[in-house]
């Protein structure tokens, strides 16, 4: 549409250009041709050069409204609405200042100094309540809080990390430290998973939603964060964005998130690898409780699962599919993709 209205507008000035050179000189005496003939060359040529330079133009006009049009989508409301206080505010400084210089003489050097006033006041004024968000927001009360951002670093929670639950161990620990942060898409999947259908989905969705309840009061109260990115279309491609954006940090156990979140320069904090550096949750020779929901990929193999999600594989399991049995763990092999427990029926 850019392009269009600048091809439009050049190529009506060029032809009126070409019709105007037209009139300067005796053309027709110069070159031979009629006065009807000349009008008509320059005018096309007045109007092709305006084209031309439409199109140059309008696809460099295109280009910059799309990337205005990106960075205030990505600006934070609460800085535009500080930045229009800070405008009104060094309007009204610059008037305040500028009425003496209209008896400035010459005129064109009373117009000029004011036209610098109200352009430097008001751009500074911007930028001051801007840059000075924090304080603003703590000398009005909250009133331009918004949703900011905490002050303190920022952890993002993603759902494989609510769902495992680990993280609030890290906390108490002392080794997570900030502000756990879950953001509103992050929300809207686990209630999405709590209503599955499926029983396994429907479980660890309930699961992580009862333990953000549980953390939602307390010295280490989770906040939930508003932002979105309606133009990205997945949860995990929004968390990645906002940690990039806001220097926070990721908190995951999903081992594809954490490669494309450091892939494009997000910091991430993998549970499964600071789990890989430590003892692990379960030891060969511990008995657990566990229900058999499916049998294995191995001849005579059952499958069940822990709370967290962690996949534990029974040999001999197969003929216990759909009960609860008391298994002893044979071994633990945990990675940065995961943790998989192997375990043979009690006797």
């Known amino acids: 549409m850019i392009v269009q209205l600048a091809r439009m507008v050049l190529l009506t000035a060029g032809a009126l250009g070409g019709f105007a050179v037209s009139r300067l000189a005796d053309w027709s005496n110069q070159t031979g041709f009629s006065p009807q003939l000349v009008i008509f060359i320059l005018i096309i040529l007045g109007a092709s050069m305006g084209y031309l330079l439409g199109s140059i133009i309008g696809r460099e ?40 210089l209209r008896l400035l003489q010459p005129a064109w050097l ?33 009133t331009f809080a918004g949703p900011a951002l905490p002050e303190q670093p920022m952890k993002f929670l993603d759902t494989s990390a609510v769902i495992d639950g680990r993280f609030q161990q890290l906390v108490e620990a002392g080794i997570l430290e900030g502000t756990l942060v879950v953001p ?13 259908a499926d029983d396994l989905r429907r479980a660890r969705g309930r699961r992580g939603l ?16 508003e932002a979105d990115f309606p133009d990205t279309p997945t949860v995990d ?27 494009e320069g997000a910091h991430v904090l993998n ?14 020779g511990d008995a657990i409780q566990i229900l058999v929901v499916k049998a294995g990929k191995e001849p005579g193999q059952g499958v069940g699962y822990l ?30 993709a995961g943790r998989m427990i192997f375990a043979k029926l009690a006797v």
């Not at 009862?210 to 939930?224: E, F, H, W, Y």
């Not at 968390?239 to 954006?245: D, E, G, H, Q």
Request: charged content about 20%; aromatic content about 6%.
């Open 61 to 100: 006009l295109t280009e910059q409204y799309r990337r205005i049009e990106q960075q205030i989508q990505d600006f934070d409301t609460t800085d535009l609405l500080l930045g229009a206080v800070g405008l009104v505010f060094g309007l009204v400084i610059s008037f305040l200042v500028s009425n003496p």
């Open 110 to 142: 009373g117009f000029l100094a004011i036209v610098l006033v109200y352009g430097l006041v008001s751009y500074g004024s911007t930028q001051l309540f801007m840059t000075k968000r924090r304080d603003v927001q703590r000398r009005f009360g909250g």
């Open 184 to 196: 509103r898409f992050v929300l809207v999947e686990l209630q999405t998973l709590a209503d599955s």
């Open 210 to 225: 009862d333990l953000l309840t549980t953390l939602s009061l307390g010295a280490n109260a989770i906040q939930v964060f």
């Open 237 to 263: 491609a929004k968390l990645v964005r906002l940690a990039a954006s806001s220097g926070g940090s990721i908190v995951t156990v999903d081992h594809n998130l954490t490669q494309v979140a450091r892939v």
């Open 271 to 284: 549970i499964n690898e600071v789990a890989s550096a430590v003892r692990p949750l379960f030891i060969p």
């Open 307 to 336: 709370e967290d999600g962690t996949m534990v594989v029974i040999a001999d399991g197969r003929e216990a599919v759909g009960s609860e049995r008391a298994v002893e763990v044979t071994s633990v092999l945990q990675t940065s």
